[in-house]
């Protein structure tokens, strides 16, 4: 026997699912990486691993020597795109362990700080691939030489979970249905496939394994569609059902960064897909914040806060004697994280969505970890400060003194350059208007790239080419080193506004990073190093005119053009609040009311789909119900009944094509007349097989068992062939027309 008749039919199917299994795997990783760069050196070295398992089985490599060849293939993949730096002649050197022990233990240091989805960092990238390469080995011998199939993928359940529990990210629906999906369709195959060896008829090997993976593929999508539709019918509330963090007494410091804060990085394509829009009572720009960044360590900025539940009136924190109040509606369209955009400082805040604030910092964020959902909406109040108002004294809290920090391993080119900047300047603000001033003198780059760099401050100082974040950056670092307290504030930069609706559109191309310096007489103010943009709100103090992207693909920013401002408002704007002396915070304003919040997903989208998935559900159960029923016929604990069977088989085909038996009519008469009628010779042979297998004194010998398995499966070819579409779908539900019943041997 050839070695293509010992295999089942679609031996190969499982080959497949199992690949995509892996896929699936690597996909699941973007719920801990932001961008999609790291995919392919994370990927490939495990497809190249299975590759090499398919090619070893077909030559017929034994189980030692086949996974000891995919090993080094997939760990030369893994060097080459991973550790590039380390390698000789394509072979890994004597520098490739000591560098990935290195950058992965910088990386997961930095991963404590930070809230995925993160920078793909080279350390991540060289761990994720290299554990989805043993992943992937691991899965591949057990499931096709150790036959056992099941335990095999438990690995990649494994990486699965351990994932889902760093990360809660918008790409877990995703990744959850996506795995799910090929988890289900890998055992699916694995079953159909197993399910193929036991046919009773050869013809049904083929077709009765295809028709099995159809079936089973209907049900396991109504299972992954109703899972699906469960999440987004009862998940919209986010909140636990049992909050684990309030059983627990240490409410310890969290530690937040934002992607676009690693010096290191390059800036990714920067998109025109709406982020979020805000309906303001003011029409003049401001930056939109999300949070500020004092804490620099690895070429990352990060940053500790105390978050407090925020409903209400918020703490005050801006010092200064004159501010305008504008209300504002955020609705979220794109924006994923924890930050909660809102023009500084705010000061009250309306949600559906629990939200916390950490005072020092100025930040919102939703409660508890969960992304902001899409469509979230939230209204917000800020006191935007006047820096034309300078006061006596601003209070000094302890985040100022954090803010002075410096990294002991800080390059010495940066307060040298400083220095030098700053010789001869005379005041504060002179001072920093210098620094900011001479950074603009730089080069506005994206593609500008230090993450091979050694210190890529010291680089980017030496170059002056880059983008916000590098600019911000170094800015801060440069005034820590002079003494003045400085941190990072990250947002985005005003947007389009559009007069009609009152209502600035922010997209991903006004993703901004700049420094916020502490000054006596003001408290934290913005300034502006990156050329191409400018705070409209602190140009009384930088001397920088209002600045942005002009989103329009343009690598040079430009300013937008200024929609004056409606004659008339439907609320009224107050504009600025004086006062004498401390600060009394603003005047009397209504109370927020919190924004209804839309429904991500309409209740009548929910019940269509319920509905067809409840139809699919049917569906496949009757088709299941119906197979069931059938291969009992295929393997009867007798084999006498075998031919019993088989003429059972054929009498339902032919009842497809309306040949019914008559009244008072034996099966043989009936066989002799279908033979008639269809031209088939083999309906009488096989119907005396039957009834001697029924009535029969004698067991019929296995040249009969097997000659009534020829005759079924000859009958059933050629009826068939004959049946249209409808024929073959009545059939799988078993929808036979009927006569008189099905003749018995006899």
């Not at 005003?494 to 700049?514: K, S």
């Amino acid at each position: 026997m050839s070695t293509e008749e010992r295999r089942p039919p679609a031996w190969w199917l499982p080959e497949i699912t199992l690949v995509g299994l892996t896929v699936a795997l690597a996909l699941s990783f973007a719920r801990l990486f932001s961008g999609w760069d790291w995919l392919i050196p994370v990927l490939a070295p495990a497809l190249v691993v299975h590759a090499s398992e398919a090619a070893a089985r077909r030559a017929r490599l034994s189980v030692w020597i086949a996974p000891l060849i995919a090993t080094v293939l997939g760990l030369i993949t893994w060097v080459n795109l991973t550790l590039p730096e380390t390698t000789r002649l394509g072979l890994p050197g004597v520098d490739t362990v000591p560098r990935f022990i290195a950058l992965t233990g910088d990386s997961f240091e930095t991963f404590r700080k930070l809230v995925a989805p993160a920078p793909a960092q080279p350390g991540f990238i060289a761990a994720a691939s290299l554990a989805l390469l043993v992943v992937a080995l691991y899965s591949d011998t057990a499931a096709h030489r150790g036959n056992v199939p099941v335990q095999a993928v438990t690995t990649h359940i494994g990486v699965f979970i351990f994932g889902a529990t760093l990360a809660r990210g918008p790409g877990q629906l995703f990744s959850a249905v996506v795995f799910t999906a090929a988890l289900g369709a890998h055992l699916l195959a694995v079953r159909t496939v197993s399910a193929g060896r036991g046919r009773w008829r050869s013809g049904e090997r083929t077709g009765g394994t295809w028709a099995a993976a159809r079936i089973g593929a209907g049900a396991l999508a109504v299972a992954v569609l109703g899972g699906t539709v469960a999440h987004l019918a009862f998940t919209q509330d986010r909140s636990p059902v049992v909050d684990l963090t309030k059983f627990s007494s240490d409410r310890a410091d969290r530690e937040v960064l934002s992607p676009l804060v690693s010096v290191a990085d390059q800036l990714g394509p920067q998109s025109n897909n709406v982020m979020f829009t805000v309906e303001s009572t003011k029409v003049d720009p401001t930056y939109w914040r999300l949070t500020a960044l004092d804490s620099f360590e690895n070429n990352v900025w990060s940053s500790t806060a105390s978050y407090e539940d925020a409903a209400g009136r918020l703490p005050e924190v801006g010092a200064l004697p004159s501010r305008t109040i504008i209300d504002q509606t955020v609705a979220i369209d794109g924006l994923t994280g924890i930050w909660m955009p809102a023009a500084a400082d705010p000061v009250e805040v309306a949600s559906e969505i629990p939200a916390s604030f950490d005072q020092p910092s100025a930040t919102l964020i939703v409660t508890d970890g969960n992304e902001m959902p899409q469509g979230m909406t939230y209204a917000v109040r800020s006191a935007i400060p006047n820096v034309s108002a300078p006061v006596a004294k601003v209070p000094r809290g302890d985040e100022v003194d954090a803010a002075l920090a410096l990294p002991t391993d800080l390059s010495t080119q940066v307060s040298r350059e400083a220095k030098l900047i700053t010789e001869g300047v005379q005041g504060d603000l002179p001072k920093l208007q210098a620094l900011q001033n001479d950074l603009r003198k730089g080069e506005y780059d994206t593609s500008a790239d230090y993450r091979g760099a050694a210190d890529p401050t010291a680089a980017f100082l030496e170059s002056r080419r880059g983008f916000c974040t590098q600019y911000a950056s170094a800015f801060v670092l440069m005034a820590r080193s002079l003494g003045f307290p400085a941190r990072l504030g990250v947002g985005f930069t005003p947007g389009n506004y559009d007069e009609a609706t009152a209502t600035w559109t922010v997209t991903g191309r006004q993703a901004h990073a700049w420094p916020e310096v502490f000054l006596p007489d003001y408290g934290w103010v913005a300034f502006e190093p990156t050329p191409g943009r400018g705070n409209p709100v602190t140009e009384p103090l930088t001397g920088v005119p209002f600045e942005q992207d002009s989103g329009d693909g343009n690598p040079e920013p430009v300013a937008p053009a200024t929609t004056a401002p409606p004659t008339t408002t439907a609320s009224p704007t107050p504009s600025s609040v004086p006062s004498q002396g401390a600060d009394p915070g603003p005047v009397e304003q209504p109370k927020l009311a919190v924004p209804e919040q839309p429904r991500t997903t309409p209740w009548w989208l929910i019940g269509l789909v319920a509905l067809l998935a409840l139809a699919s559900g049917g569906f496949a159960g009757r088709i299941a119900w119906v197979r069931n029923q059938r291969s009992r016929r295929y393997t009867p604990a007798d084999a006498n009944l075998v031919p019993v069977g088989a003429w059972a088989e054929v009498t339902d085909r032919l009842a497809m094509r309306r040949h019914l038996p008559r009244a008072a009519e034996t099966a043989h008469e009936f066989a002799r007349r279908a033979e008639t009628e269809t031209g088939l010779a083999t309906l009488e042979p096989l119907s005396d097989l039957a009834a001697a297998g029924t009535f029969g004194d004698t067991p019929l010998d296995d040249d009969q068992v097997e000659q009534s398995r020829r005759l079924a499966t000859s009958a059933s070819t050629a009826l068939t062939s004959e049946w249209s579409r409808t024929d073959r779908l009545r059939w799988m539900l078993g929808l036979i027309p009927s006569g008189r019943g099905r003749p018995g041997p006899g």
